[in-house]
């Protein structure tokens, strides 16, 4: 059963700054791996998905890797700013399972 | 697009009452997923269908839940009879394919008293 972890829990950091959110999972054969931003009371926003043949995505200030082999994928956001801030989450698909992670919750400070 | 829609936005309820969920999919998408979240467990896929289908229901709790896609651009998700510990709040999401990118709607939160 896949099981998919999430370090931190919680992140805070000043604006401007530079971070990396941290993903693993036990089970290397997945088919794509997504990060999701949900803001407090609301649903979840998709914000990149890698394919298991690929390395990394990157749209505007994100960019995600993806090592298969040792189970583990970053979400790196640049230049950070106040609305970076929500609880980030990623997913990970085998075969027609999905299964997230508890997510990091980000604050980023003005 | 509207993007996925669902209502109600909120429901409280007693113990014991017949409670129906409702998700209108994105137009095109061929794919709808059901998810609870809570604090202590998360995120967790309860059932999906693909093409109306339901494919995998492993995630469905109890046989007190139950969900229906009865055409592409609707579906429900109901408990029967609920209980408290189903208090938690309901995403449907939907893509084009079962793999593909997942658009969530915005939530039912449902309470059971």
């Known amino acids: 059963k896949q099981e998919v972890t999430q370090i931190p829990a919680a992140l805070s950091v000043p604006e401007g700054e530079n971070l990396v959110l941290n993903c693993s999972f036990t089970?290397?054969?997945?088919?794509?791996l997504q990060w999701f931003r949900q803001d407090p009371g609301k649903g979840l926003t998709s914000l990149l998905l890698i394919q298991s043949s690929q390395r990394e995505q990157t749209s505007g200030r994100l960019n995600a890797s993806l090592d298969k082999s040792s189970g583990r994928s970053t979400l790196y956001i640049a230049a950070s700013q106040p609305g970076d801030s929500a609880t980030y989450l990623c997913?990970?698909?085998?075969?027609?399972?999905?299964?997230f992670g508890a997510g990091t919750r980000l604050t980023v400070k003005p | 697009d509207a993007g996925v829609i669902q209502s109600p936005r909120h429901e409280v309820t007693e113990m014991g009452q017949e409670v129906t969920l409702r998700c209108k999919p994105i137009?095109?998408?061929?794919?709808l997923f059901w998810y609870r979240q809570t604090m202590m467990r998360g995120l967790e896929l309860l059932i999906y269908f693909n093409n109306n289908v339901p494919i995998d229901d492993s995630g469905m709790p109890e046989d007190r839940f139950s969900a229906k896609m009865p055409n592409a651009s609707f579906s429900t998700l109901k408990i029967q009879p609920s209980e408290p510990r189903d208090s938690a709040v309901y995403f449907c999401?939907?893509?084009?394919?079962?793999?593909?990118?997942?658009?969530f709607g915005p939530g039912t939160r449902l309470l059971v008293l």
């Open positions: 997913a990970v698909i085998n075969n027609n399972d999905m299964r």
């Open positions: 999401a939907s893509s084009t394919e079962v793999r593909e990118t997942q658009y």
């Open positions: 137009s095109g998408h061929n794919s």
């Open positions: 089970d290397s054969a997945i088919y794509n």
